[in-house]
């Protein structure tokens, strides 16, 4: 038996000794991805509709990253089986923002300014490319629906923090901005499958959005 171990270990020894060393390659998890379904958002008040999935509920924002959301129209779309939020923000043309600046005492005070369209676009745009350090790209695409709802959609390559983008407007009043994010370590490998499939959710968010007539001036 000893002979016998020795004869095995021998032969395992010639055969490393002139093969390569592979180790095997990273896997991720599979995920079970649900049917694609939908229902509707169309809450009293709100200035805006669109469908979205039966696997995700609709919250109200109370806490734009840390910050108070300037109406009572932003809402999250919360995936808890993927861990992730698409953060909405909704914007009055020609409205007012308050926002935090630097004091020269150290503190920070209030200020007030409004909401220009040009205003708007310009931000939605720097949101997006603040990511363009972690980014390998960044695409944007025209939105133009059935609907006749207008807007940018962005895709981010790379690690960043957040892969799918868009906004939509109706150029004279209303301003949305969406934003998918997860509550993980931006890893493009092994988030793309959620990514792609959440993306879908989103393009049928955008497809099936429409402003309220009585709060359009299109």
């Known amino acids: 038996m000893v002979r016998l171990i020795l004869i095995v270990v021998a032969v395992l020894g010639i055969f490393s000794c002139n093969s390569e060393f ?3 390659p990273v896997g991720y998890f599979n995920i079970d991805f649900p049917e694609h379904k939908y229902r ?3 809450q009293p008040g709100y200035p805006y509709r669109f469908e979205y999935p039966v696997y995700a509920s609709v919250v109200r924002d109370s806490s734009y990253f840390g910050d108070a959301p300037e109406n009572p129209w932003w809402i999250n779309i919360d995936f808890p089986g993927f861990n992730g939020r ?3 923000s909704y914007n009055i043309i020609g409205g007012k923002t308050t926002y935090k600046v630097k004091a020269e005492s150290g503190g920070y005070r209030d200020s007030i300014s409004t ?5 708007l676009i310009d931000g939605s745009y720097k949101l997006t490319y603040k990511h363009s350090s972690k980014a390998s790209s960044i695409e944007d695409s025209l939105i133009h629906t059935p609907n006749n709802i207008h807007g940018i959609y962005f895709r981010v390559g790379g690690n960043a923090a957040t892969a799918n983008q868009f906004f939509l407007t109706d150029t004279v009043k209303n301003f949305l901005r969406g934003a998918l994010y997860f509550d993980t370590t931006p890893n493009e490998d092994s ?3 959620v990514n792609d499939f959440l993306m879908k959710d989103m ?6 959005f429409e402003w309220k007539k009585e709060n ?3």
């Open 216 to 218: 359009s001036k299109s």
């Open 86 to 88: 698409i953060y909405v």
């Open 22 to 24: 592979l180790p095997k």
């Open 40 to 42: 509707v958002f169309d």
């Open 115 to 119: 909401n220009t369209f040009p205003g």
């Open 191 to 193: 988030l793309r499958p």
């Open 203 to 208: 393009l049928h968010l955008i497809n099936t």
